[in-house]
């Protein structure tokens, strides 16, 4: 009897999945990782938990140090948990000028040792020194002096960046950095050409300055003999998991084996949640929240009267306000259509369907939610990679962004009107999300592998760069071009001086 093409591809597929599955590696045993998460924001801490998920339904044992509680947090299995109740000072941000914000991040990375006095922290330290921790989990954000703990229980290193991968990061891995196509995470303009080749040197030299900050904090609590050297240490990371998805986020650039995209994996864990229904009848849903670094408490209220003016011209619209400043309750009174809270649940109602318009601060998780649920965005930065994050949805698109200085009810309500009524940013977004959307496996599932790859193959040395053994002049060839051109100009001398002897 002949076969249809159906019957036959379906034959192969299965043929396929028996030989994908007898030739896939054996589950690894329950191993036990240490998960290290300080001085982080609730939002960060968001995407280093759902890696921990991820390990925790494989079956792994996870020792969790935090400092911040994890009451709130929908975190099961085989778990521990040590809270060390701290929080690096905040410091009033007196002025925008450049000396003065770089004394401020410079006084910020000295005091980020603080942590390793307490007496918890040394606690830590001690009532484990025996435990056989098969891997470190650092949730990376400029702490390379944290690298001391995985020296103190003889582990390797696999860190985790809450986005695309910052200078700080390639420079760890070996990555190669093309500043010239590449803009950089913390680049507020975008910059390519020389330009961003200008900028990504200055931000090289501020790299160089910062980590000798951390060294010293290094050296001072994990001191020689007894702990390797701080650059040594740098070394032990094997792997780079980024909360980032190059192929729809952008910007492409080069990518090595042990760097890899994790993009996505809080929103896949909240796929199961059911869509939250808040909106009676057919009513569309605008969504605002400045994120959760952001306090009305300390806000002015021209400010509000900004927000609020603005939002009063859009009665065809409930408006979900994320607020925690006074007189919540007489802005919901006086504008019905307003619907003001200290806290939304975000995901779930940009999973709804309903929601026209996010606007955002542009924080990396608020945007990764609206990208995957393809909702446009109008974006207000504050600080940080905000800027940045914001541009390259405006480059795509996907929203637009206005100046939170100088910020008008008029130029606010303007811009609302001009996205809700051009459907090409939520045509554009959606496509978009269809590209974010579509992998070849889930990140939860490249997380739990990679991770295992590294405790069965003994930290899988296989994966080191060598560009990660040379100093600067030998990774850049500085020494060869010296003697090329050296050479060069030597010969054209003698050239010259024979020519005019002749």
């Keep these: 009897m002949k076969r249809s093409p159906i019957s036959w591809s379906l034959l192969w597929m299965g043929y396929t999945g028996i030989y994908l599955l007898a030739d896939s590696p054996a589950p690894v045993e329950s191993h036990h990782i240490l998960g290290l998460f300080v001085n982080v924001h609730q ?11 991820a390990l925790l339904q494989r079956g792994h044992h996870l ?27 905040k410091e009033e941000v007196s002025s925008s000028d450049l000396i003065p914000r770089l004394e401020r991040m410079f006084r910020r990375l000295g005091h980020s040792g603080d942590l390793l006095d307490l007496p918890e922290w040394k606690m830590f330290l001690r009532n484990q ?27 390797p290193v696999a860190i985790v960046s809450t986005q695309q991968p910052t200078g700080f990061v390639n420079s760890l891995m070996g990555n190669p950095e093309e500043r010239w196509y590449v803009p950089q995470p913390y680049d507020g ?11 990504g040197m200055w931000e090289k030299f501020m790299e160089v300055l910062a980590r000798r900050v951390l060294a010293r904090i290094y050296r001072l609590h994990f001191p020689e003999p007894r702990y390797p050297r ?76 900004t927000f609020t003016k603005a939002f009063s011209q859009f009665p065809d ?44 601060h542009g924080g990396k998780g608020s945007v ?54 051009d459907s090409s940013y939520g045509e554009t977004i959606l496509k978009a999300s269809q590209l974010y959307r579509d992998r070849p496996v889930s990140s939860s599932d490249l997380v739990t592998y990679w991770i295992e790859y590294i405790v069965r193959h003994k930290g899988a040395k296989n994966l080191y760069n060598p560009a990660r053994q040379l100093n600067i002049i030998e990774y850049h060839s500085i020494d060869v071009y010296f003697i090329v051109y050296g050479l060069l100009i030597l010969t054209i001398a003698i050239l010259r001086k024979v020519n005019r002897v002749l």
């Excluded at 007489?330 to 504008?335: G, N, P």
């Design 43 to 53: 939002s960060q801490l968001m995407v280093h938990l759902a890696v921990c998920r």
């Design 63 to 89: 020792t969790l140090v935090t400092t911040l509680p994890l009451e709130e947090q929908d975190i099961r299995g085989n778990v521990s948990h040590i809270y060390i109740p701290w929080q690096q000072p």
């Design 129 to 155: 020194p025996n435990t056989p921790y098969d891997l470190l989990l650092l949730g990376y954000h400029f702490n390379d002096h944290l690298l001391g703990v995985a020296a103190h229980f003889n582990c």
């Design 189 to 199: 303009q975008q910059r390519s050409g020389i330009s961003a080749w200008v900028f």
């Design 230 to 305: 701080f650059e040594t240490m740098h070394r032990s990371v094997v792997l780079a998991l980024s909360n980032h998805h190059m192929i729809s986020e952008g910007p492409i650039a080069p990518l090595i084996p042990s760097m890899v995209d994790i993009g996505g994996i809080v929103l896949e864990q909240q796929l199961d949640k059911s869509p939250l229904e808040i909106s009676a009848g057919n009513r569309s849903l605008i969504i605002f929240s400045l994120g959760t670094r952001f306090t009305w408490r300390k806000s002015t209220e021209e400010l509000v009267r």
């Design 317 to 360: 619209y409930d408006v979900y306000w994320t607020y925690d400043g006074p007189n919540g309750s007489a802005i919901s009174l006086d504008y019905p259509h307003l619907k003001v809270a200290k806290w939304w649940p975000q995901s779930q109602m940009l999973q709804s369907g309903k929601v026209r318009l996010f606007i955002t």
């Design 368 to 421: 990764s939610e609206a990208l995957f649920y393809g909702v446009p965005m109008l974006g207000l930065p504050l600080i940080g990679d905000q800027r940045a994050n914001l541009q390259r949805m405006q480059s795509k698109n996907w929203g637009l962004t206005l100046s939170t200085n100088n910020l008008t009810h008029w130029t606010l309500a303007k811009a609302i009107t001009r996205m809700l009524s």
